[in-house]
């Protein structure tokens, strides 16, 4: 009895060691933003009110930020499930360009389809692309032990011109004004949770990724190999672990993570590919995982905040005039501040 | 001058944190003496001897040297007193000669030419007055451990020091090279030097010490002459009375009763031919062949380097076999991947615990069970049974004394005696009828040490066979059944209990003789 108590009492004493530095990181990148936005003569108060509660005031603004959710929690999944293993794939910006691109594809090849069907091709090409613009990087990691920042990264630019192209020549909406493919199979839409205003279903599959996800990680044989092999590969490999296949399968999912949130673009928000629609998903996302601390439980958390800061950042910049960068600028902060945090609570 | 005092260190303390390591220690240490100074690991001498190079800044405390107060702060300051230290690992440029190593930092006749010659003729003597024999113009790469020492020690000698710190200076050596060693601390101590040895091992201690200072748990247990010192005095004196010395395994000379001395017939391992090689295909291990029998401790004595690893990491699946055969109970193992021998029933301490055995961030609970996380208890129908690995992990807590508050805290902030308990935990609590360990008791107190002693003791008894590569002789002599020496990649010898002789097995270690 009094050993569970202890337990009990070591779990509570360990969460709030891991809250209180977030919480003073995120004071402290407000504060010194506010004294930023004083001395240029915005009204502090105002603009920090809009920032937090633009999300919570209307439906729309609640809606508004759960698709900006959406994409930021698989974007940072696909960042932290390859930390998990010590890899950094810097590559979802592309992996999600091509999820889009395959989903999209699909979708206007077999637009005829019905929903049963074509719904779930869909989502399937997506998840297919992302995982094998991924398993490029991971495979020439696997096979010539090439550092996998640099091809994730030179991956994306690759991706880059690949929906220039789709979108301008091979399916172009010649009636945009943007580059922009013709519309998917209204099969391939993915059917509303809320009407009004409009809330498609992704989020259902984003949320249900994260939970297999943090399941696979901590309560499966497999998760293990893969924390053990991020926490020290050599060991790892020392006591029977393949950590070269878990650098590979680590990568992988994360690429089919990011495509599988292109497909919820295309699918869910856009019901087209258009240029441009991966945003700025990507450094986002990695600023999640990096607050997370590759925190599987914590990452969809964080991905909630920050999709909460980036909705009243847009709002700010509407009604306020306040550029949204200034947000920006306090999510830095405060992964710097988390970051300083650990260096703190060493000495 | 003889017997006057020559460096006095008065009250010292050093805590780290809330780690009280040194309590108010004295240490008198005087001229024309080797003064060995015992204790066992984490009792504080390294951190002692630090504090008087320069690297630590005690808390409190003062040095006297020939009865004048100094401050040092820094290693710096400490060589301008006249006190050089020779760490456990050297400090050296491989790719340097020995004189170049050696006036490294010092200054120079000829600094812009940087022609050493004067200086090599300085070294070349003072080789030849200390019996430090050694090429003033050879590569340190090229150089065998020992040699590389006696650089070491010349790099004090040649910047003038009265008093000289040997931080556990046999680590590595042979017993022919320790013997060396030995004569040639006494030339420097017949001409007015002073010479502080640091060990935990008592036999050296007491075969080359003027006086000999014991520390414990950071404090001043006894400091005696040589003539008033016995084994069973400094035993007390290190280990307190917690341990029955006349029962310890760690102190026994002759061994075990003849019922532990029985060896099985069945072999459990055999070795035929092995060979393994690097990525240029040069061989590490060349032509080993031995068998393992049940109840059998098989030892394997060498010099640091000269294959060991490379033949525990072979049989273990970690690296690949490149000729010969193996097998475990007439199934071959070559070729067979670490997990498929983990699961046959073999199981391995690694040698560099942090480096090959050790995930830092992961908690202590996952430590405990890398590499069996397939197994049961801990897994059950595809999913990690989270209730029973923290239950065995509280049972292994308790049972090898690791210190940590919980299960669950991250391992990164165990220390390394504990460190090492996790490795033994590990190994010794899952059945293996092979079990591959190399330098099991790097890094532990004397009652950690009796308690892997008795663990090896008790899997032998259950009819378990072991493979032990170690560099601790004494250790191998007192558990094995048969001791191998391994000189670059190759057995240079087998002896059988009985037939050990410390001398023999330190020459087939140099490569001078080999034995059929």
């Known amino acids: 009895m009094s050993e569970q108590t202890t337990e009990l009492g070591h779990s509570i004493k360990a969460l709030a060691d891991t809250l209180i530095p977030y919480i003073l990181a995120v004071v402290a990148a407000f504060a010194a933003v506010g004294i930023f936005f004083a001395a240029v003569g915005f009204d502090v108060l105002q603009a920090y009110s809009t920032i937090l509660f633009t999300s919570f005031r209307t439906p729309n603004g609640f809606v508004q930020t759960l698709l900006k959710y959406v994409p930021l929690l698989l974007q940072a999944l696909a960042f932290t499930v390859p930390l998990t293993a010590g890899k950094f794939n810097i590559g979802g910006e592309g992996q999600l360009i091509v999820g889009a691109i395959g989903a999209a594809a699909v979708g206007i090849m077999f637009s005829g389809l019905p929903m049963l069907l074509l719904l779930p091709m869909v989502i399937l090409a997506g998840i297919v692309f992302g995982g094998f613009w991924a398993a490029i990087p991971a495979w020439l990691l696997y096979r010539f032990g090439i550092n996998e920042i640099l091809t994730t990264v030179m991956m994306n630019f690759i991706s880059f011109s690949l929906i220039d192209y789709v979108a301008t020549e091979i399916w172009r909406d010649p009636t945009a004004g943007h580059p922009t493919t013709v519309p998917i199979g209204a099969g391939g839409e993915f059917p509303l949770l809320v009407a009004k205003p409009p809330l498609n279903s992704g989020i259902v599959l984003a949320l249900a990724a994260a939970v297999i996800v943090y399941v696979y990680v901590n309560r499966t044989p497999g998760g293990y190999d893969l924390v053990a092999t991020g926490a020290n590969a050599r060991a790892s490999r020392v006591f029977g672990i393949n950590v070269r296949v878990m650098f590979l399968l680590s990568l992988i999912v994360g690429g089919a993570l990011a495509g599988l949130s292109g497909a919820i673009e295309v699918a869910g928000v856009h019901h087209r590919l258009i240029e441009g629609l991966q945003s700025n998903f990507l450094l986002l996302g990695i600023i999640i995982g990096l607050m997370a601390r590759g925190n599987l439980l914590a990452v969809p958390f964080v991905a909630f905040f920050i999709a909460v800061l980036e909705v009243g950042a847009s709002a700010m910049q509407r009604t306020m005039m306040i550029p949204v960068e200034f947000v920006f600028i306090v999510e830095a902060l405060i992964l710097l501040f988390v970051l300083l945090s650990d260096v703190v609570r060493r000495r | ?516």
């Open chain 2, 1 to 516: 001058m003889k017997n006057s005092t020559m460096l006095e260190m008065k009250g010292v303390r050093k805590s780290f944190g809330t780690v009280v390591a040194l309590d108010d220690v004295n240490l008198q240490l005087k001229s024309s003496e080797i003064h060995g100074l015992l204790g066992g690991n984490g009792a504080g001498k390294t951190t002692l001897m630090n504090v008087l190079y320069g690297l630590y800044k005690p808390d409190r405390g003062e040095i006297y040297l020939r009865e004048k107060k100094v401050e040092i702060q820094s290693p710096k300051d400490a060589i301008s007193c006249g006190i050089g230290m020779v760490h456990q690992h050297f400090l050296q440029i491989d790719s340097y000669t020995v004189t170049e190593n050696i006036v490294l930092g010092t200054r120079l006749k000829n600094r812009p030419t940087l022609d050493l010659d004067q200086e090599e003729q300085r070294i070349q003597d003072l080789s030849e007055r200390f019996g430090l024999e050694v090429s003033p113009s050879s590569l340190v790469e090229e150089l065998p451990m020992g040699i590389r020492q006696r650089v070491e020690i010349l790099k004090a000698v040649y910047r003038g020091v009265d008093v000289l710190i040997l931080d556990e200076p046999t680590t590595n050596l042979t017993p022919q090279e320790v013997e060396s060693l030995f004569q040639s601390l006494r030339v420097m101590v017949e001409e007015g030097m002073s010479v502080v040895f640091i060990t935990h091992k008592l036999r050296e201690v007491l075969s080359v010490s003027d006086r000999i200072s014991v520390l414990r748990d950071g404090r001043n247990v006894i400091t005696l002459p040589r003539d008033e010192a016995s084994e069973e005095v400094l035993v007390r004196a290190m280990v307190g009375e917690g341990l029955d010395v006349g029962k310890s395994l760690v102190f026994s000379d002759t061994g075990l009763d003849q019922e532990a001395l029985q060896v099985g017939q069945e072999p459990v391992l055999r070795v035929e031919g092995l060979q393994v090689v690097n990525e240029e295909g040069n061989p590490l291990v060349k032509d080993c062949s031995f068998q393992i029998r049940e109840k059998e401790i098989f030892g394997v004595a060498g010099v640091a380097g000269n294959g060991q690893q490379e033949l525990a990491e072979s049989l273990m699946g970690i690296r690949p076999i490149a000729g010969g055969q193996a097998s475990i109970d007439d199934t071959s193992i070559v070729g067979l991947e670490t997990r498929e021998l983990l699961e046959m029933g073999v199981t391995y301490i690694p040698e560099d615990r942090l480096q090959d055995g050790f995930l830092p961030t992961a908690n202590v609970a996952q430590n405990l069970i890398l590499g069996y996380q397939r197994q049961e208890p801990y897994h059950n129908r595809g999913f990690l049974d989270w209730n029973a690995i923290f239950r065995a992990a509280r049972e292994l807590i308790t049972e090898y004394n690791i210190m940590t508050p919980s299960a669950k805290e991250p391992a990164a902030n165990l220390s390394g005696g504990n460190i090492q308990r996790v490795m033994l935990a590990r190994a010794f609590s899952h059945p293996a009828k092979l079990l591959v360990a190399h330098n099991p008791t790097r890094g532990l107190d004397i009652g950690s040490m009796e308690f892997v002693y008795s663990k090896l003791l008790e899997r032998k008894e259950q009819g378990m066979a072991t493979l032990l590569l170690s560099e601790d002789l004494d250790e191998l002599m007192l558990l094995c059944d048969r001791i191998a020496t391994i000189y670059r990649g190759q057995f240079a010898g087998v002896l059988e209990r009985g037939e050990f002789d410390k001398y023999q097995i330190g020459r087939m270690m140099s490569g001078v003789e080999t034995h059929e």
